[in-house]
Antibody, heavy 120, light 111 residues
């Protein structure tokens, strides 16, 4: 079963760029037919879908974040990344990477999540 | 796109059944049979318990059941157990502009 793990800085200054990487326990995220997804959750609040990248590299984003978000492959073959620019305190959240194993329309495989705090 | 509406909290005694509603619109829940439900214990990642409206992934107890009527999806937990105490979130596919919208979340308390 595919496993995922997030990594990256836990503290980002306001107006800077948040960068996270998800490492997947597979040889390459380009093989197979998967949507590689980022989801976030502010403390004590609900889940928010950020966006996804298909195995081919095509991407889809939450319209409310689209102007600030980039999901891309790499740095390694078994990794994909999230970049969120011009962050503010409202971007403070636990960030999860996830994918759908049983269906494209479900998130049944999750990383453990990583807390990113936006603060000066 | 607004979040799907769930009750903030639902409670029940062990052995009882409870139902959590998830109300959307004709653009999401009502238009696609692609609602999924997630269980989240404190400090843990969400866990899928229902997908595509009523399907259970392998390993998920058959005490969990999903259904939909119109713009409202529902999750029923039969035979409530202490381990079911958690937060529950619904999620619906919402088309190729919005993509996915989550529910506001429901805290289930086992009395």
């Amino acid at each position: 079963q595919v496993q995922l793990q997030e990594s990256g800085p836990g503290l980002v200054k306001p107006s800077q760029t948040l960068s996270l990487t998800c490492t997947v326990s597979t040889d390459s995220i380009s093989s197979g037919s998967y949507y590689w997804t980022w989801i976030r959750q502010p403390a004590g609040k609900g889940l928010e879908w950020i966006g996804r990248m298909y195995s081919s590299g095509s991407t889809d984003y939450n319209p409310s974040l689209k102007s600030r978000v980039t999901i891309s492959p790499g740095p390694s073959n078994n990794q994909f990344s999230l970049r969120l620019t011009s962050v503010t305190a409202s971007d403070t959240a636990v960030y999860y990477c996830a994918t759908g194993g049983v269906s494209w329309y479900v998130f049944d495989l999750w990383g453990q999540g990583t807390l990113v705090t936006v603060s000066s | 796109q607004s979040a799907l509406t769930q009750p903030a909290s639902v409670s029940g005694s062990p052995g009882q059944s409870i139902t959590i509603s998830c109300t959307g619109t004709s653009s999401d829940v009502g238009n696609y049979n692609l609602v999924s439900w997630y269980q989240q214990h404190p400090g843990k990642a969400p866990k899928i318990i229902i997908y595509e409206g009523s399907k259970r992934p392998s390993g998920v107890s058959d005490r969990f059941s999903g259904s939909k009527s119109g713009n409202t999806a529902s999750l029923t937990i039969f035979g409530l157990q202490a381990e079911d105490e958690a937060d529950y979130y619904c999620c619906s596919y919402a088309g190729s502009t919005t993509f996915y919208v989550f529910g506001t979340g429901t805290r289930v308390t086992v009395l």
